[in-house]
Each structure stands twice: as C-alpha cells, then as structure tokens.
C-alpha cells in the first residue's frame, strides 16, 4: 500500500489530517513527523510514496525538507503547505510549474485530489528532482534568511538570501551576478541549505527574476554554439505543453514580404496601458535587451495590442489570443497543472511561442536554435506580476 508522509510541528493539525484521511485508508496509509529532522529519519527506514510537508518548522525547516529530498529521494513527490495568503503570491507559486501546493487553511477535498493524483505516479506539478529556479522563487515569496550551497557534479557554487532578496553569490573565482548567472543555469543540482545569510553588502542588483532569465539566455547561448558541430538529432513530437504546428500556414511572414518593397515606417508609439503600467514598461525593455527575441507582441485577453516590436506582424496579436484562449480550454478539459506555452514553426524556420500571464498573453519570435523552455520558465515570474486596469 501507497504511504504519505506528513510533515508538521503542529500536533492538532497532524492529528486532524489523521483522522480525516481515515475514509481513504484503503488507498494509502500515513506516517508522520514534527519536523524535517524526524522526516528524514523515516525516510531512510521507510518506503514512502509521497510528502506532504509544511514550511515553517523548528530544527529542520520545510525548505531544508525539500532540499534534502532533491539531492537523495528526487522521484518522491512533494506537496508544500504554505500560507502565504496573498493572490499574488499564489499566483506566482502557480507559475512556478515544479511545485504543488496547497494554502492553509487547507481545503481537505483539494488535498485528498492532490494526494491521490501524486500517488499515481510522476505527473506535471510535483517536485521529482526539484527545479533550481523554482526553489529559489520559493525563497524570495517566503522572505527567507539562509546560505545555499549548489552543486552539479563537479561544479559548485553559494547564493547568499536576506529577506528572500539575492544579495549575493559565488563560484570559483567569480561573484556577484556573474557568479548567479553561471549557478542558475546548472541541471541536476544538489541544494544545501544553512539558515543564516553571511554576507553583509549587497552586491547583486537585478531581480531574481532578471537573473534567472539571463542565465537560461546564457545557457541557450552556450548550448547553440555547441550543437553547431553536433549531427542532428532525430525528432520527435512534443507533449501538449509543447505544441508544434509545422503544417498550420499562418503567413506570418506576409508582412516581412511586403517590407521589401514598401517603405520603412516607424513603430506606432507605446500604448498608454504601457506607458502607465511601470510593470509592463519593465518587462518590453527586459524582451528588448534579448538578441535572440526577434520579434515580440503583447495582447490584453480581449485581443487589444498592447506592445509590437520586431518580425511579428499585426496578424499575430490575434493568433496568439486564439492560442491562448483555445490552450487555457484544453487545459480545463483535460485537467492540467500549471501554465503551459505553445509553440509554433515558421516557413523561415523561426519559431513563435506563446505565453499567458493572468492578464495579457505574449507572442515570441525566436531563432530555432533557442530553446523554448527555458525563456518561458525564465519570463513567467515577471508575466505573472503584469495586472491591468480593469
């Protein structure tokens, strides 16, 4: 039988999970601990399906928790409690993708739905080999003090949190945001965390979310250059989060065509959306300062443009409302965790992608060399962030 366990310093709350998980006992069985010290205690003498874990403990914190279970039990998935009690907030842990989460005070029917889907086996939303670029957002919504230590086979590297805000980090012979770039775009990390933050300056500007992007965009950078000597690799179709229409003729290029033989014409001013949404205005010039996005356009959820630049022509502001609109209602069909993107190829092998934020949907143009996943992940903690006036 299927075992949960349940992380909490609460003893009453322990209990009352106990006793309301009692109609499911023929589904799976529970163990339970106050702490990250006693869950990992179990874990080393127990076979366990899954852990449902809250934050904020004594001794050995829930971050410290999922830390240790990146680096040693990475095929258990993990169901994090939190109560960080703000939209924004959920949002935000919503776009994350890797981490499935539940809000206390807890809905005890959504809980039993998360348990039992996470029990199914590995599934989109739960933490099997935990995303380093996830558990650091995680760090900066919980405000959290702490020293992380990340390796990746031989490499290793320090980041240095106060408040939950990056002040600082090393790797080798270099540090500050040089340093975090290189960190955030390792795979396969092992997290060591120390609850305590030495550094006493800050010495990184940017965002997280800045950094985290830059660093996929570096990697992508790297990656490119070293594929150019590599023999193709075969391809293969995508999942539903990865959607590849190579056939669907959109004539993006339509307006390419007619530029080389039509005068050139300035870009239409910025939209007073934009111009009064500092938010908005960050996250163009954040795109813009990017080679590898060719081209980019901003749509409200009702069609308006809010922002065109580049390639893109006035057709894709209404293709990629489609997408978003279509794509947001097979997710609701067929239940899916988590914000997906879309992607799509052009007849000059270029290829758009399609984001959605809560309030505008963006569409990318990039060269096919650039892989997609890594600028979604990288821009959905900024997309997240962009409300509009109602």
Known sequence: MKKVLIVDDDRSFRQSLIDGFKSYEDRFSIATAEDGVQACEILEKTTIDLVLTDLKMPRMDGFELVAHLSSNFSDIPVIVMTAFGTPQMEDNL???????????????????????????????????????????????????????TIKAGSKSGTMYFRDGELLDARHEAISGSEAAYEIVS??????????????????????????????????????????????????????LDSLNMEDLDLDLNAEAKLKQTAPQHNPPPQSAEVANNPVLAQFITMLSSFPDIHGATISSKNGTVLHQSGKNNANVANFITYVAVAAEQIGIAIGSSGRQYSIFTIADGSKLIVLCGNDVVVGLRVGNSVVPASIADGLRPVLSRITLSS
């Open 94 to 148: 919503r776009e994350m993708g890797t981490f499935q989460y539940i809000e206390k005070p807890i809905d005890f029917s959504m809980l039993v739905e998360k348990i039992l889907k996470g029990l199914e086996g590995p599934s989109q939303g739960y933490i099997t080999g935990v995303s380093l670029s996830s558990f650091l957002q995680l760090l900066e919504l919980d405000k959290k003090d702490c020293t992380l």
């Open 186 to 239: 390792w795979k396969n990390v092992e997290i060591s965390i120390d609850n305590g933050c030495s550094a006493t300056s800050k010495q990184i500007q940017e965002s997280l979310g800045f950094i985290l992007l830059e660093g996929s965009r570096r990697k992508d950078e790297n990656d490119a250059a070293s594929e150019l000597s590599a023999p193709p690799a075969s391809q293969s179709f995508g999942s």
